[in-house]
């Protein structure tokens, strides 16, 4: 396995090892000690896997409490996942990296606790697999807007993207409840 980090140290690429030959392919998608040795120690206690069709723009999404780490993944098709780091006392607070992950290249990423998460699918249908450190807690989720103007994400969009009303009333960050 190998582990890439991003332009926000906490926030990590991981391209499993993938054996493959003529009948398809097999990896390991986690291994507690290898993940612990990169510095993802975790207990997943919620698996989670949705799909989306093309345009779909999902997030920037986080619980206040009970914060989740995410390790996330595509099976099928490709999106554009992005990771926000809204720890006020963090020196990357604000900032955002985005990265290509598709069923084909089989990246992961690190989205620990303490950011919000998003994506935008860019295939025709994608299905988005994660795992969470913490059980979703409906009363304390919040969502920051996508196109917040002071975070500036590079989407990749084709058009308007679709997003539900949830996501479409989020706050910016400048509005919206943060980790300390």
Not at 56 to 62: A, C, I, K
Not at 144 to 155: H, K, N
Request: proline share 5%.
């Amino acid at each position: 396995m190998n582990v890439i980090p991003t332009a926000i140290r906490d926030v990590l690429l991981i391209e499993p090892d993938v054996f493959g030959d003529e009948r398809g392919f097999f990896m390991e998608t986690w291994q507690r000690r290898k993940f612990a040795e990169a510095g993802i120690d975790y207990d997943f206690v919620q698996d989670n896997h949705s799909r989306s069709i093309r345009g779909t723009l999902r997030g920037l999404h986080y619980q206040i409490r009970q914060p989740q780490g995410k390790l996330v993944r595509v099976t099928v098709g490709e999106v554009f996942d992005v990771a926000v780091d809204i720890r006020r006392s963090s020196s990357t607070f604000g900032q955002w990296v985005g990265e290509h992950l598709s069923g084909d290249n089989k990246r992961m990423l690190w989205v620990p606790p303490g950011f919000a998460h998003g994506f935008y699918v860019t295939s025709e249908l994608a299905e988005f697999q994660y795992k969470c450190s913490d059980y979703y807690a409906p009363e304390h989720e919040r969502s920051i807007r996508w196109d917040d103007p002071t975070l500036a994400i590079g989407w990749p969009l084709q058009g308007e993207p679709l997003v539900s009303g949830k996501d479409r009333g989020g706050r910016t960050l400048e509005q919206a409840e943060i980790f300390d």
